[in-house]
């Protein structure tokens, strides 16, 4: 991650942004019997739940290495990121699905819809300044990269749920603004359900691409790309390395663990060598400060 942004930050403007909007969401689906609004206060709810277990996986992370796990927690975020988009997919997506479905075979005449709908237009508002704070805070780490290539690369769970969260949760809130719009132009509430089903479907396919991003990162996944490349041309830069052969690194979480093979330049002993080779790693850390653990095998061919 980049060491200018803040998933923290993010998390809580989302979680702050979710509360209101679920509270406000709710007493107007309840008061207006409509269900795309039920289904965006189920969703927000959800997504609320989803950033107190970030916080709580980000804290994790940084418990202290231990004998039984000497590379640390970093991963744990990994984990309860996976969680979060399990409960995407299954109370967000799925819920709003089963209650459009159910209300489009048992249609209900919408009460006091322009409640819902300036409740829509609130929530459009918050969700739009939430989305505002995380892409301010993606921009740092993502550089030149388009959002979908970051999307890919990113190696940041914490902050690549609440992107996904934040925006899936503005396209769900324009569909219910619309499918509302609908119901009372047209005096027919199918629309409503339309709308329900609709939001369902994409929180399903952003539940499922947030999954598989996670699921990269929760079997073992290297620095992204960039960093990649620009720590093998400061190694081949260092005046104690000739050539580097291999670098092969894992995240776990924020932290990295990176294993070089290199040439090294001849050195009068062997004593010499391994001073070199220290001085290179205390350097290597200053540079990139997520490198926590480094392993350098100095050899003569690849």
């Given at each position: 991650m980049s060491a200018n942004a803040n998933s923290v930050k993010s998390v809580i403007y989302a979680l702050s942004a979710n509360l209101a909007?679920?509270?406000?969401?709710l007493g107007?689906?309840?008061?207006?019997?409509?269900?795309?609004?039920?289904?965006?206060?189920?969703?927000?709810?959800?997504?609320?739940?989803?950033?107190?277990?970030?916080?709580?996986?980000?804290r994790q992370a940084h418990r202290p290495p231990t004998p039984d796990h000497p590379l640390g927690y970093g991963k744990?975020?990994?984990?309860?990121?996976?969680?979060v988009a399990i409960m995407l997919f299954s109370m967000g997506g799925l819920?709003?699905?089963?209650?459009?479905w159910h209300k489009l075979h048992a249609p209900e005449t919408l009460s006091t819809p322009w409640l819902a709908i300036g409740v829509l237009v609130f929530a459009i508002f918050a969700e739009g300044a939430?989305?505002?704070?995380?892409?301010?805070?993606?921009?740092k780490e993502r550089g030149s990269r388009s959002f979908a290539q970051w999307f890919r690369e990113t190696r940041t769970s914490e902050l690549?749920?609440?992107?996904?969260e934040d925006l899936a949760a503005l396209l769900g809130l324009s569909f219910a603004l619309l499918a509302l719009s609908l119901a009372m132009v047209t005096g027919n509430p199918a629309w409503d359900a339309a709308g329900s089903i609709a939001i369902g479907v994409l929180l399903i396919i952003v539940a499922?691409?947030?999954?598989?991003e996670v699921k990269a990162l929760l079997i073992g996944q290297g620095m992204d790309p960039?960093?990649?490349?620009?720590?093998?041309?400061?190694?081949n830069d260092q005046p104690e390395v000739a050539h580097v052969f291999n670098l092969v690194s894992l995240q776990m979480g924020n932290d990295l663990m990176v294993a070089v093979k290199a040439r090294m330049a001849p050195q009068p002993s062997d004593i010499a060598l391994v001073e070199a080779i220290n001085a290179v790693e205390a350097r290597l850390q200053e540079t990139f400060p997520a490198v926590m653990w480094s392993f350098f095998e100095p050899d003569i061919r690849d």
């Open positions: 909007i679920a509270v406000a969401k107007a689906a309840l008061v207006t019997g409509a269900t795309s609004m039920m289904a965006e206060a189920v969703h927000s709810f959800a997504d609320s739940g989803n950033q107190l277990l970030l916080l709580w996986g980000m744990a975020v990994y984990f309860w990121s996976f969680i819920y709003s699905v089963y209650e459009g939430s989305l505002m704070g995380c892409i301010r805070e993606v921009n690549l749920v609440v992107f996904g499922v691409m947030v999954g598989v960039a960093r990649k490349e620009r720590m093998i041309r400061w190694l």
